[in-house]
C-alpha cells in the first residue's frame, strides 16, 4: 500500500572513499509496486556491483536516474508513495528550471555523462543534463530547436555538439568564402542551346541507406547487446594494463602429490567443523603469501619513479560471474596472518559475496597481489594479464594425472603418474627481471611440494 508521504531512495554510500555509483538496473518501473527490503535497482560503485533493497513498500512514482547513469552519493534515484502514487505518470517528472547558466540540479535525465543530473530547459519540456546546458548557453543555442535522440526525445550531449559543430562549420565555410570584385556586367549573350536528353537509365534496386556516421548496426543473424558497466570497465582495466606494464609470462609444473595427501585428510575435517571446501586454490594461496615475504618487488607497485614494497599482502583472487558477465578481483585483507584455514576461509567468504552481489568497494580495493584459478575449467597453461597497479599475477592452471620421472627405492629413474599443476606468472619487466620472479614461483612449487602439514 502507498504511503502518503514520498520516500527517497538515493545512491547509497557503499565505502568511505566512494564518492559516487553508476545505476545499471532496475527491477522495478514507475506505477509498479514494490515491497520493503525487495531489491529495487542494482549500483555499481567502483567495479563492484550490488544489489539496492526499497527503503519502504509502495507505488514507484518516479525514477529519476535511469540505466547506465553515474550520480554523486546522495543523489535522489526514485520515490515511492506520496501523491500520485496510484497512477504512473506518463513522462518522468519535470523540475521546471531554465537552461541557463547556474541553472540548479533538481532530476536525472537519459544523456549518460556522469554529473547529468535532468534539467528542462525553457520550455518545460525539454530535459537536458547540466553539461547540455551548459554547453547550449556557452553557444546560444535554442535547445529546444535541436533533435534529440535520448530517451524521450532528449537532447544528449552527443546532439549538442553535432549541432554546435555544425553550427561553426557553416559560420567558418561563410567567413572563408572570398567575396567576389567588384565589376561591370557583360552583355547579355545568347543561351546556349539545351543539352540532348540522357538516355533513360536502367532500373535498378535502390540501395538501403547508409547508417549514420558512428552508428553501430547489426548485420543478417546478428543481435546488438550493450556492453555493462561492469564490462566496460574490465575492458578499460585490461587495456590499460597491457599499454601499461612490459608483460612477460612463464610458466612452472608443479607435482602435487604432497598436496593431495594432505588435502586428502584435511578435507572432511574442515567440511564438518568449520563448514569450509578445503579447494587447491587455499595451498597455492598460502604458500604464495609466505613466498611474497621473501621477493617484496613481487608484492610491491612501481609509482612514479619508485618501487614501493610492503610489509603486508592483500591477496586478490579472481572471481568469474555466471554467465560470463564480470570478472571481479576482491582480496582476502593482511593474508600473512592467516593459515591455511583461515585462507580457505577468505577465499570462500569472497566467492561467495561477489556471486551474490553482497561485495563492497573496501573488498575490491587495495589489492596488492593476485591469483587466477582458471583450471577449473580444465586450462593448462595461460598468459594472464596484471591487474593494475600491481607487477605481477600468478595463473593456477588444472590440475591432472601425467607420466612424471621420478626415483624408486634403489634410486633409479622411473615412469610414475603424479597430479601435476602448473603455474603461470605474468610480471612487469619494467622493475622485475626474469631471475627474480622465476625464484620466486620456485620458492612457490617447493614448498607445494614439500608441504609440511605442520608449518602452514
Known sequence: ?????????????????????????????????VAADETLLEISPDKVDTEVPSPASGVITAILVQEGETVEVGVLLATIGGEGAGAAPAAPVAVPVSAAPGASVAAAGDDGE???????????????????ARIAAEHRVD??????????????????????????????????????????????SPAPPPPAAAPAPVAAKAPAAPAPAGEVVAGPGETLEPLTAMRRLVA?????????????????????????????????????????????????????????????????????DRIVTRNYVNLGIA?????????????????????????????????????????????????????TNPGGWG??????????PQVAILDMEALVKRPWVVQDEFGNDVIGIRP?????????????????AHQFVKQIRESLQGWDESSY
Request: glycine share 10%; hydrophobic share 45%.
Open 1 to 33: 500500500m502507498a504511503s502518503d508521504t514520498a520516500i527517497d531512495v538515493v545512491m547509497p554510500q557503499m565505502g568511505v572513499s566512494v564518492t559516487e555509483g553508476t545505476v545499471t538496473r532496475w527491477f522495478k518501473q514507475v506505477g509498479e509496486t
Open 114 to 132: 556522469s554529473d547529468d543530473d535532468a534539467v528542462a530547459a525553457g520550455d518545460g519540456r525539454t530535459f537536458v543534463s547540466p553539461v547540455v
Open 143 to 188: 535547445v529546444a530547436a535541436i533533435p534529440g535522440t535520448g530517451r524521450g526525445g532528449r537532447v544528449t550531449k552527443k546532439d549538442i555538439l553535432a549541432f554546435v559543430e555544425g553550427k561553426l562549420s557553416t559560420a567558418a565555410a561563410t567567413a572563408a568564402a572570398p567575396s567576389a570584385p567588384a565589376q561591370a556586367l557583360p552583355a547579355a
Open 236 to 304: 578499460e582495466h585490461m587495456r590499460r594494463s597491457v599499454d601499461a606494464s612490459a608483460h612477460v609470462t612463464a610458466a612452472f609444473e608443479i607435482d602435487m602429490s604432497q598436496v593431495v595427501a594432505i588435502r586428502s585428510k584435511l578435507k572432511r575435517e574442515y567440511e564438518a567443523q568449520h563448514g569450509v571446501n578445503l579447494t587447491y586454490l587455499a595451498f597455492v594461496a598460502r604458500a604464495t603469501v609466505e613466498a611474497l615475504k621473501d621477493w617484496p618487488w613481487i608484492n610491491g607497485e612501481l609509482r612514479g
Open 319 to 371: 572471481v568469474a560471474l555466471e554467465g560470463g558477465k564480470g570478472l571481479i578481483v576482491p582480496n582476502i585483507k593482511h593474508a600473512e596472518e592467516k593459515n591455511l584455514l583461515g585462507i580457505a576461509r577468505g577465499i570462500k567468504d569472497l566467492a561467495d559475496r561477489a556471486r551474490t552481489k553482497k561485495l563492497l568497494p573496501e573488498d575490491v580495493g587495495g589489492g596488492t597481489f593476485t591469483i
Open 379 to 388: 586450462a593448462f597453461v595461460g598468459t594472464p594479464i596484471i591487474n593494475q
Open 420 to 436: 601435476i599443476m602448473n603455474l603461470c606468472i605474468s610480471f612487469d619487466h619494467r622493475i622485475i627481471d626474469g631471475a627474480y
